[in-house]
């Protein structure tokens, strides 16, 4: 099975505060990579983060990094000090290499909503 | 860079009638991905290119087809549309060579199916 669970539909926080996204995923690929994407009301879907399998260190970027436990299969998007314009739908994805390459593995979403 | 390019943004079709839709991927980026998004089923995959050649194909009937042309842009047809064909449509782009590729997304066509 090639799936990715988020177990939070929506999530709720106040600006300023920091925020964790669940994600948990299926896999018996030895190698594969992680990804968060933001999507907003317009519909695009916007690249936050990637951690790899193989990775030692957690990946940050800016305001975002990944909780990554590979035990566990979880990959957890913290969002710190959260702004107004966090407010978005956020997934998590599962790529691999091999003969899926190309393709992620997308999670059903986490409406986040960041009041003032 | 430029980014991803997807055109038209927005399509209103009827029934039965059929459907392009064009992808230009990032300068260099040889991978393209089409996904379906609909709040109902998510985010399906579609299927890949690369190098102008099918890689890898989800689980949706033949009516859905792609082609990449040399350029490494590519196309997305829809024949014989259905209603439940009404989704956002998103083409992603990547190397599509090394280990695990990160994909860079368009900003999606909207098709409408009435």
């Known amino acids: 099975a090639q799936k990715i669970t988020q177990t939070q539909p929506g999530m709720f926080v106040q600006e300023k505060e920091a925020v964790t996204l669940d994600c948990t995923y299926d896999t018996s690929d030895p190698s594969y990579g992680l990804f968060w994407y933001k999507q907003p009301s317009s519909g695009e879907m916007i690249f936050l983060i990637y951690?790899?399998?193989?990775?030692?260190q957690n990946a940050t970027e800016g305001r975002y990094s990944l909780n990554f436990q590979k035990a566990r299969k979880s990959a957890n998007l913290v969002i710190s000090a959260s702004q107004l314009g966090d407010s978005a739908m956020y997934f998590c994805a599962r790529g691999a290499r091999g003969s899926t390459l190309g393709r992620l593995y997308f999670g059903r979403g986490t409406q986040l909503t960041v009041w003032p | 860079k430029a980014g991803v390019t997807q055109t038209p943004r927005y399509l209103i079709k009827t029934r039965g009638q059929q459907v392009t839709l064009s992808c230009s991927p990032i300068?260099?980026?040889?991978?393209v991905s089409w996904y379906q998004q609909t709040p109902g089923q998510g985010l399906q995959f579609l299927f890949e290119y690369f190098s102008e050649t099918q890689r890898n194909k989800g689980n949706f009937p033949g009516r859905f087809s792609g082609r990449q042309f040399s350029n490494s842009r590519s196309e997305m047809n829809v024949s014989t549309l259905e209603l439940g064909d009404s989704a956002l449509y998103l083409c992603a782009s990547s190397p599509g060579t090394g280990l695990v590729n990160e994909q860079f997304f368009g900003p999606g066509t909207r098709l409408t199916v009435l």
């Open positions: 951690q790899g399998s193989y990775d030692q």
């Open positions: 300068s260099g980026h040889r991978s």
